[in-house]
């Protein structure tokens, strides 16, 4: 079904792959990003490259805004030569970027008075999610919206779920980290444990994976689990919970352990964000002498 042209900013780890699967699945796709190495990578994927987020958005009827920080989602969408100042009426800016609720809000503020739609498609499943085409979106927004373009992201997306008005995506993806971060820590520890007392790790993982011990990261442990966020994850969890007044110990614990893990990563992997498997970084942390 062709649902017309779809342009995606940010050609990364994450835009990249689903540009990828839209092509793949037959709708027109281009893409921008001002990385020489990114460009790179598209063409060589066949995904045509424009010069501009003005001259992409010109030609497209939606844009996944796919980029890293809240600065970026709002140069790219409200500055000008922006999305907001170059979009025709109609078009619809889906922000799959994790940033705070109150810059998707300003976005569709902007958008909105121009007739553009701005929808939350939060992104949940990582990178090895988009090369695999099986993330979760968690949507939000004018559902009606979301709905209309459900062919698209089920290029890239096994399941779409609608949380309510534009924020509350980011919300969503805002406590799926909190729970990512819950289990890496936990199940770090957990193996651990397992092994100072004896017991061999991977016996221990595939007895726990059928287990009420068992979670998503349990079962993907042996993948490459590259933490570049975790720390800005917690520390947005820790500012939401004290403007609310909201006690969240575990938190605050959980934020700390994981510095912890990511100093320990960065000595063990030559990539201060290294892509070895937790399995194999339990194994090391485990086999080095004991203080």
């Known amino acids: ?20 699967h839209l092509l793949r699945a037959g709708h027109p796709v281009a ?8 460009q790179d990578a598209a ?32 140069e790219v969408c409200c500055a000008e030569g922006g999305i907001v100042s170059s979009a025709s009426a109609g078009h619809t800016i889906f922000l799959c970027s994790t940033v705070s609720p109150e810059t998707a809000v300003e976005v569709g503020r902007q958008a909105n008075a121009v007739g553009i739609d701005v929808l ?12 695999e085409g099986d993330l979760l979106i968690m949507g939000a927004g004018p559902e009606d919206v979301l709905e209309r373009w459900k062919p698209m992201f089920d290029s890239f997306a096994q399941n779409v ?23 890496v820590v936990g199940n770090y520890e957990a193996l651990r444990l397992g092994m100072r007392l004896g017991v061999d790790q991977e016996k221990l993982r595939s007895a726990l994976i059928i287990s009420s011990g068992d979670n ?24 939401r919970a004290d ?6 110990p575990m938190a605050g614990v959980v934020r700390e352990l994981i510095k912890d893990i990511k100093i320990r990563k960065a000595e063990w992997g030559e990539d201060p964000e290294s892509y070895e498997s937790m399995f194999d970084f339990v194994e090391s942390v485990e086999g080095a002498p004991r203080a």
């Open 120 to 131: 939350d498609a939060t992104l949940c499943g990582g990178e090895v999610g988009a090369i």
């Open 43 to 74: 063409k060589a994927a066949g995904i045509p490259v424009i010069g501009s987020v003005a001259e992409l958005v010109a030609s497209s009827s939606c844009t996944l805004v796919v980029v890293g920080t809240d600065d970026q989602v709002l």
């Open 216 to 239: 998503p990261l349990m079962r993907t442990w042996h993948r490459p689990r590259p933490m570049p966020w975790a720390e800005d994850d917690m520390a947005i969890v820790m500012e």
């Open 161 to 183: 779920v609608h949380l309510g008005d534009l924020g509350a995506g980011q919300i969503g993806k805002l406590v799926n980290n909190l729970l990512v971060w819950v289990a």
């Open 243 to 248: 403007s609310l007044k909201l006690p969240m």
């Open 1 to 20: 079904m062709m649902i017309g042209n779809i342009g995606v900013v940010g050609l990364g780890k994450m835009g990249l792959p689903m540009a990828g």
């Open 31 to 38: 893409g921008y990003d001002p990385s020489t190495r990114s």
